[in-house]
């Protein structure tokens, strides 16, 4: 009912933000050339994600040798003023996005930029307000739906389910639904357990929706923007202890493709799969384990919906062994997830069983030390190629 009642209301939130009145037929013009040069639509064909690649790798060969450095949380910023620009049915909602910046500043400035109507703050209503941006993307905007902590989207699970990932099919294929919901989540430094919430096992049983984890300013730049240019709905998560990562970024635009995994490592002797912020532990872990003389392989699978299966797969048929690490709930998680497509499609390649490593079952304790002992560390990873490389 709320996406359906805010559908008209924000369609004239976009008439209004856009500098002069456009009809429907000219805008999708414009925005099916753009996106095919870019090449970064939701659900893209195999040409499509061969140029979302190569404009990738482009890219990151030009950051070599130029570019800036910028915070992973300026970088989302620098994404969302990019394609605001670009695009007038691009829009931010969400509790404090507006003058106050959002609660870890990735919308600071939009305000006073686009205006308060492009920039919306919301009431504390997350079940009302992610299904005013349904309504909006049912009619033609492309909402960003900030949760000021991914826990709190468990408030607007019926939206996101019933309304976000299944309106394109039950309305027989009607209505799109071009939305990114995103916000900070993971395990952060003594926020308690309802701060500290790991959604992807929750949401990634939804049909319809895409799901990606950033873990560097670069690919959370280049994995919002073609979130944004997607057609389809997508949740990017954004890990709490990640915003301040240091890094240099191209000066020209790029994007980075929805459905592709990172390689990280290249390695010979056991492929270690991972996303988020587990990626540092474990390139940790990949400096002890070289110097006892392991090669692992390290992959930040970046999709978490759907996965990667390609470069997973070749990484697979080439180390044999498999180690998946993660900061998800080990029950339901990811890593169950992705442990089950590996058996289903490459078991003949296997020379030992999948170890996964996640978090613990339980809720995350306050006291620094018990959170600790309930994520993965460095250790327990090394420990663990060691068994498997045995």
């Known amino acids: ?66 570019g800036h450095e910028v915070l992973m949380f300026e970088a989302l910023r620098e994404a969302l003023i990019e394609e605001m620009n670009l695009d007038p049915t691009v829009c931010v909602m969400g509790e404090d996005v507006g003058h106050y910046g959002g609660s870890y500043k990735v919308t600071k400035g939009l305000a006073e930029m686009f205006g308060d109507l492009r920039v919306l703050d919301t009431p504390i209503a997350e079940n009302s307000f992610t299904g005013m941006g349904v309504g909006a993307a049912m009619k033609g905007l492309r909402p960003v739906v900030e949760g ?69 300013p670069y690919n959370a730049k ?47 002797h056991v492929t270690i799969l991972t996303y988020s912020r587990m990626r540092y532990h474990v390139m940790q872990a990949a400096k002890t384990l070289v110097n006892k003389g392991y090669d692992p392989e390290v992959i930040d699978i970046r999709s978490l919906k759907p996965f990667d299966l390609h470069t997973i797969g070749n990484s697979i048929k080439k180390t044999h062994r498999v180690l998946i690490v993660e900061e998800c709930m080990r029950t339901g ?24 490593l ?16 309930t994520v993965v560390q460095p250790a327990q990873i090394v420990a663990a190629v060691e068994q498997i490389c045995q």
């Open 1 to 66: 009912m709320a996406a359906a009642a805010a559908s008209s209301t924000l369609h004239g939130v976009g008439a209004v933000a856009s500098p002069k009145p456009r009809s429907a037929a000219p805008a999708a013009a414009r925005r099916t050339a753009r996106v095919a040069a870019a090449a970064a639509k939701g659900g893209a064909g195999p040409a499509r994600g061969r140029l979302a690649k190569a404009d990738e790798a482009a890219a990151a060969a030009g950051s070599k040798s130029g």
């Open 148 to 216: 000021m902590n991914m826990g709190f989207l468990l408030l607007a699970y019926n939206q996101i389910s019933n309304n976000c990932g299944m309106l394109h099919y039950t309305s027989g294929g009607q209505f799109k639904i071009p939305i990114v919901i995103r916000g900070p989540g993971g395990v952060g430094r003594q926020l308690g357990a309802e701060h500290s919430q790991r959604l992807e096992s929750y949401f990634q049983s939804i049909p319809g929706l895409q799901m990606v984890a950033c873990s560097t």
């Open 222 to 268: 280049g994995l919002m923007k073609a979130a944004i240019r997607s057609e389809n709905p997508v949740v990017l998560f954004e890990h709490v202890l990640l915003y301040n990562l240091k890094e240099k970024i191209p000066d020209e635009e790029y994007i980075c493709c929805l459905e592709e995994a990172e390689m990280v490592r290249p390695g010979e």
């Open 333 to 356: 998680g990811i890593g169950a997830s992705l442990r089950s497509a590996i058996i289903d499609n490459f078991w003949d390649y296997l020379d030992a069983p999948i170890m996964c």
């Open 358 to 373: 996640s978090s613990q079952d339980v809720p995350t304790p306050y006291a620094a030390t018990l959170e600790d002992a």
